[in-house]
């Protein structure tokens, strides 16, 4: 497993609108450019996506992943794990969510990738830091537009 990597951003938008978004996993294509495909293929007993499929295209990370979602925590902090996939053999993150104030709220995005090939770890981490901060900054602007 590789070294947590972590951004944050804060969004002028009430903390209701920043987990609408995040917490509708199948939706992620709409604002994400990373997320080429987003398939819900479980749902828990109160409806919330448990299991996904996504096509994902983050320059260096290319890869059609099965995530699971573990919402114990939310909505404070959304979870994920990788289940399957093509290259990767391990996606562990999160989304930790909290309002500053009634219009404002920060996120903060987890993720540590591990790849089936050998990559440089700091290669590895240097995509893994431009995956989140591009996540970040195109949810806040879908959000703040």
């Keep these: 497993m ?14 209701a609108t920043v987990t609408g978004a995040l917490f509708a996993l199948d939706k992620y294509p709409e604002w994400s450019t990373s997320i080429k495909a987003a398939e819900a293929v479980a749902h828990d007993d109160q409806g919330r996506i448990t299991k ?23 909505p404070g902090r959304l979870t994920f794990s990788l289940d399957d996939a093509d290259l990767l053999s391990g996606m562990d993150g999160a989304y930790v969510i909290k309002s500053i104030d009634a219009d404002t709220t920060e996120v903060a995005y987890e993720l540590t990738v591990s790849l089936s090939m050998p990559i440089p770890a700091m290669m590895r981490q240097k ?18 537009a």
Excluded: F, H
């Design 2 to 15: 590789s070294d947590l990597s972590r951004s944050t951003i804060t969004i002028d938008a009430p903390l």
């Design 52 to 74: 996904v499929k996504m096509t994902i295209d983050a320059g260096m990370m290319k890869d059609r992943v099965i995530l699971d979602y573990d919402w114990s925590e939310a």
């Design 127 to 144: 995509a893994e830091k431009a995956t989140i901060d591009m996540a970040l900054s195109q949810l806040k602007a879908s959000l703040e």
